[in-house]
């Protein structure tokens, strides 16, 4: 999936309502009061005595080839969003509050139809020049206009702007009750008008752009790796929302092909951190001289955030996945428990929800609030919606799944297919079943393997084609695939992000994250409901009842969450006491000369240290 262009505010994106106020405000809270009154000096999970300095090297596995993470063409490089900043910024323990950046106040009109944002007179780019207003104007009419959809989306009941005097500027809203609006317009990331007045922001580019954030690009290895350097007169460096932040003097990105390969290049030395995914590597992977000697630590850190959903999408722009029946079968037909036990060491947790590891995952029958948003669409939503809580398909995980062959078959049959000479065959047409699986890492062959050949057993053809990066992600912005593997995160506060993931716009919105072609006037009315709920209780119900839909749509063969960061690290780091709730805090870490010097005098082989 795209991970940059739409996730430089991925930490921050988020939905639901907002107390209403008449005066400044150094912050907003989802509900009630934000968490850090006026006067506090750094985030909980941040050590404001943290020592600045050192090198961090980090992997990305694929490659990028833009400058440019705002618009749809292109492949931008992981970690250019440090450059950017924006009005506000969220707190990483609490589920929904914002605080002051380049905006020092907010004031929200008490009918919600604007909000007033007053920038802080020391906010700069790095050229110097101050930010103003007209940055402000200039940054929400070309995300707008030129975009990437999904902040042409995220950004569209944003009216107009207006310049109140010279560092007060208004957003006019066009639809009041949707309470995330004075939020939403405080994640606008502030770009120079004067630096892209001569670029055409439509276009890829490799040369680097001006912005105001706490590091700028200091080279380029185009596809090859990408280093940013800490601004060392980052003009907010001593806020509150910035203090024992960004300690790193540099970080850099390599590309690596092959997942496989960045992973030895990390027990090599070649790189300092990274995050684990793959069970079987986090079991097995790390074995080595480097682990075995102290020099690699390996950590679980709880976490308490959304897990959100990953899963195989079906792409039901294809007449193949129209049929609900259909989706339904080939659910059953994936042996998760067979995976888990055999290829996982048992490490995950199946996901049953869109929210999962969350209070906003329907568990249950719909409750007495839910049914009243549910029942006026009772003859167009399944009934088993109703009757019984949605929870994936369970094998005796021996891997014999004949029981969900049977069940499957029958669903098939009800939908007009039939097996002829070891070939499932629609009974009409005469078509054969048979589709694509693409894939972007080739460590997931082994978890479709099986499956092809459960789906074998009822006579589906499925080949497994595995891609680079970039065709990936072409592949993926076009809606150019049948089934493949996709994450849709999902915050504590689900908002007007929810339209493009599965409103039925984005659905034939290229670019957008509604991967399955969700195309249904009961999810947007859902929607609605969520984004313009008045309260968090109304925001779970209204969660919970969107969350039952899409289940009961079989839109997506639900795969696995764990509720904690696997953490794999040279031994070069401190990090504080605290981390936060919602978030692993990397940004908070520095680096410990003393932890350095003994992995030289051990004779250590990180390249960073060298």
């Known amino acids: 999936m795209r991970v940059v262009g739409w996730l430089l505010l991925v930490a921050c994106l988020l939905g639901g309502t907002v107390p209403l106020v008449a005066a400044p405000q150094h912050g907003l809270a989802l509900h009630g009061e934000p968490h850090y009154p006026p006067d506090f000096t750094h985030f909980a999970y941040a050590n404001p005595d943290a020592p600045k300095g050192g090198a961090v090297r980090l992997a990305a596995v694929g490659t990028f080839d833009s400058l440019n993470p705002f618009i749809l063409r292109g492949t931008p490089p992981s970690g250019i969003g440090m450059l950017f900043d924006t009005l506000m910024v969220s707190s990483a323990d609490e589920a929904f509050s914002v605080y002051g950046l380049i905006a020092e106040t907010v004031e929200v009109d008490p009918d919600n139809r604007h909000a007033t944002f007053t920038l802080r007179r020391e906010a700069r780019f790095h050229d110097g020049q101050p930010i103003t207003v007209d940055d402000v104007l200039f940054s929400l009419e070309v995300l707008q206009r030129d975009g990437h959809p999904f902040y042409r989306s995220y950004y569209g009941q944003i009216e107009r702007a207006e310049a109140l005097d010279a560092r007060r500027v208004r957003f006019h809203f066009s639809d009041p009750d949707n309470r995330e609006l004075p939020l939403i317009a405080g994640q606008l990331p502030v770009l120079p008008r004067h630096d892209?007045?001569?670029r055409d922001f439509t276009r890829t580019t490799l040369e680097p752009p001006l912005g105001s954030g706490p590091y700028r690009i200091e080279a380029v290895d185009p596809g090859r790796s990408i280093t940013y350097r800490r601004v060392e007169d980052y003009w907010a460096a001593d806020l509150p929302v910035r203090r024992g932040m960004h300690n790193f003097d540099t970080i850099r990105y390599d590309f690596y092909r092959d997942a496989t390969v960045a992973l030895e290049a990390f027990k090599a030395g070649e790189y300092?951190?990274?995050q684990e995914n793959i069970a079987r590597q986090w079991a097995e992977g790390y074995a080595g001289p480097a682990l075995s000697r102290g020099w690699i630590r390996m950590e679980e850190i709880p976490n308490s955030q959304s897990q959100g959903m990953q899963g195989f999408a079906l792409n039901t722009r294809r007449p193949l996945f129209e049929d609900r029946r259909v989706r339904k079968a080939l659910g059953l037909l994936f042996?998760?428990?067979?995976?888990?036990?055999?290829?996982?060491?048992?490490?995950y947790v199946r996901s049953y929800s869109y929210w999962s590891n969350s209070e906003l995952a329907a568990t249950g029958l719909p409750s007495a609030a839910e049914l009243e948003l549910l029942e006026p669409w009772r003859d167009r939503l399944p009934p088993e919606l109703f009757e019984r809580e949605f929870r994936p398909p369970v094998t005796d995980g021996s891997g014999h799944v004949r029981p969900q062959l049977v069940q499957a078959l029958g669903l098939l049959r009800e939908a007009g297919w039939e097996v002829r000479d070891n070939r499932l065959i629609h009974q009409e047409s005469g078509r054969p079943f048979q589709f694509e699986i693409l894939l972007l890492n080739p460590s997931f062959e082994r978890v479709v393997l099986p499956y092809v050949r459960n789906l074998e057993r009822l006579g589906i053809r499925a080949r497994v084609r595995t891609v680079d990066s970039t065709q990936y992600q072409?592949?993926?912005?076009?809606?150019?695939f049948d089934l493949t593997v996709v994450v849709l995160p999902q915050s504590l506060s689900p908002?007007?992000?929810?339209?493009?993931l599965f409103g039925s716009a984005a659905a034939q919105t290229p670019g957008s994250r509604n991967y399955a072609g969700i195309d249904d006037p009961v999810v947007d009315a859902l929607i609605e409901r969520v984004v313009r709920a008045e309260s968090r209780e109304g925001l779970i119900t209204a969660t919970r009842a969107l969350d039952r839909v899409l289940l009961w749509g079989h839109y997506v063969i639900p795969n696995w969450h764990t509720d904690v960061y696997r953490v794999a690290?040279?031994?070069?780091?401190?990090?504080?006491t605290v981390t936060p709730r919602y978030a692993l805090g990397f940004e908070s870490w520095w680096i410990d000369p003393e932890r350095v010097a003994a992995l030289r005098a051990a004779g250590a082989t990180l390249r960073s240290i060298r």
């Open 335 to 347: 042996d998760y428990e067979w995976v888990n036990r055999t290829l996982f060491h048992g490490a």
């Open 196 to 198: 892209w007045e001569a």
């Open 569 to 576: 690290y040279w031994d070069k780091f401190g990090r504080p």
């Open 272 to 274: 300092d951190f990274r």
């Open 474 to 480: 072409r592949r993926l912005d076009d809606f150019d």
């Open 495 to 500: 908002g007007n992000e929810q339209f493009d």
